[in-house]
């Protein structure tokens, strides 16, 4: 489903990621974890081309893209990756002057030319699905971030991806409103939907996971079962990472 091959980013001279190999069964889901300025975003962001790759290759659903240093794509091919991709932004980024549920039939009449009353329905069940049913006609800022977050990925499965990318999707939520997005994420895990997900939250990680990845200074330090990358690891930067995460937990 997911195969990345020396995959490399560089912004200027600064190279953000440099090297990454990994791959991802169908129905699988993979955690990215580690310290700020790791390269996780970038990674996620490069899986469907908001940021070009410098060089390496990426294959998602079975269309592989290679690159080069000055290479620039046609868009044909930024489009057909990201119709193979969704992605979950910590910020939401929902349409302030749509509705929950025009903000999930945007991308189904725009992009797949569904019929407005289809796409609705379809919106409508997706709503009950997430726990919001009864938001369909509320705006964004009629909603709490848990809320709004929910939508978001709402809105990104409406388009039925073969890969779904969420980037810390709880990070910019208040502490009791990150269960109700955990619970969505969890039921789509259950679903069998291929997903990467870049979060902070380790309990989930070993619930959900069936890969966990360590970045640190774009590159993948360690990589797993949640039982060996969380609970056996004997890589001293894993260690580190994790016993800076629990202390924080602490305070």
Do not use: W
């Not at 990454?20 to 996620?44: A, D, F, H, R, Y």
């Not at 796409?119 to 919001?132: D, I, N």
């Amino acid at each position: 489903m997911l195969e990345i091959m020396n995959l490399k980013k560089s912004f200027g001279g600064e190279q953000v990621l440099r090297g990454i190999n990994l791959s991802l069964e169908k129905g699988k889901v993979l955690v990215v974890i580690g310290p700020s300025g790791s390269g996780k975003t970038t990674l996620l962001r490069c899986m469907n081309l908001l940021e070009t790759p410098t060089e390496g290759s990426l294959s998602v659903g079975g269309l592989r893209l290679d690159f080069s240093p000055g290479q620039k794509l046609g868009r044909n091919d930024v489009l057909s990756i990201r119709k193979r991709t969704g992605m979950v932004f910590q910020s939401y980024n929902l349409f302030p002057h749509r509705t929950a549920a025009e903000n999930i039939m945007e991308g189904l009449i725009t992009v797949q030319k569904t019929g407005k009353e289809q796409a609705r329905h379809h919106a409508l069940e997706l709503l009950q699905k997430v726990g919001l049913e009864d938001k369909a006609d509320a705006y964004p800022f009629q909603l709490s971030g848990g809320q709004q977050q929910r939508i978001g990925i709402a809105r990104a499965v409406a388009m039925d991806p073969d890969l779904l990318l969420f980037d810390e999707p709880t990070s910019a939520l208040d502490p009791e409103l990150v269960g109700e997005v955990l619970k969505v994420i969890k039921s789509l895990a259950s679903e069998g939907r291929t997903m990467v997900v870049v979060i902070h939250e380790m309990k989930f990680a070993e619930e959900v996971a069936d890969q966990v990845i360590l970045m640190d200074n774009g590159v993948i330090v360690e990589q797993g079962t949640p039982q060996q990358v969380l609970r056996q690891s004997t890589n001293e930067r894993t260690r580190s990472f994790l016993s800076r995460l629990n202390e924080q937990r602490d305070i």
